[in-house]
């Protein structure tokens, strides 16, 4: 929300106080797990800023790394039983598949939704569903590309259980991609967990996999972008 102007204060700092919540509100902040590799590359552009052939790349690199790492705000939909995004990417999957077999679950196939984060992309996890963490299980595996179908079943990944107030089971998994090396989860069994609520981070290109109650219509196709935590990917009960 915008500052607003005090009385007593000059033009001057009314005008830069209004032009710094501009930015807060344009420019995103940067994930927590991400303020080592700025702080790293900016430390380099730093020591660099003589030479150009070193202050150069530096600075693009973290700028890129900032971007990378942002985290945007997001407004969840105002709804009872909606499943939202996990993350940002594109649809890469809407099929039935058995959840990850480390949660213990039943291998009845379940309707899923994957997506597909590039680099480009914003890279921090959001909470599906309101509930309470039920489970969370890692697994290390391959690195193959997360685009592909195989990636659910052989690379690394960290996959959560929730359980919602009405006995609802939804499972979401973290993937690590090509480039990715390492998935960050925040959350533990347990924990009551809010709609749209960041819990996680992939480091540098990866999927997410959300597996739906048996008998759900996912509302999303193929090729279609997502936008976490506001893009509907089901409607429960």
């Not at 592909?148 to 259980?161: F, I, K, V």
Request: charge should be positive.
């Amino acid at each position: 929300m915008a500052r607003r102007p005090r009385p007593t204060e000059p033009e001057s700092v009314t005008r830069l106080a209004h032009f710094a919540d501009l930015v807060r509100e344009t420019v995103p902040p940067i994930h927590r797990a991400g303020v080592p590799f700025v702080a790293a590359g900016a430390a380099v552009a730093l020591a660099g800023r003589r030479h150009g052939w070193i202050r150069t790349p530096a600075t693009a690199a973290t700028l890129a790394t900032a971007a990378f790492f942002r985290h945007p705000s997001r407004v969840p939909p105002n709804a009872a039983g909606v499943v939202v995004a996990p993350a940002d990417g594109q649809v890469a999957l809407v099929d039935h598949a058995p959840p990850p077999h480390e949660l213990g679950l039943r291998d009845t196939p379940r309707p899923r939704v994957s997506i597909f984060l590039s680099i480009f992309d914003v890279h921090v996890q959001r909470i599906p569903i309101a509930g309470t963490v039920e489970s969370v299980e890692y697994r290390p595996g391959k690195f193959v590309s997360a685009d592909l179908p195989d990636a659910s079943a052989e690379n690394e990944r960290n996959s959560m259980l929730i359980r919602t107030a009405d006995g609802t089971e939804l499972v979401v998994v973290q993937i690590a991609g090509l480039i990715a090396r390492r998935i960050v989860c925040e959350a533990r069994p347990g924990d009551p967990v809010t709609l749209g609520d960041t819990y996680g981070l992939i480091r540098f290109g990866s999927r997410v996999d959300v597996y739906l109650p048996e008998g759900t219509r996912p509302l999303v196709a193929v090729g279609q972008r997502a936008v976490g935590a506001e893009t509907v990917l089901a409607q429960l009960g």
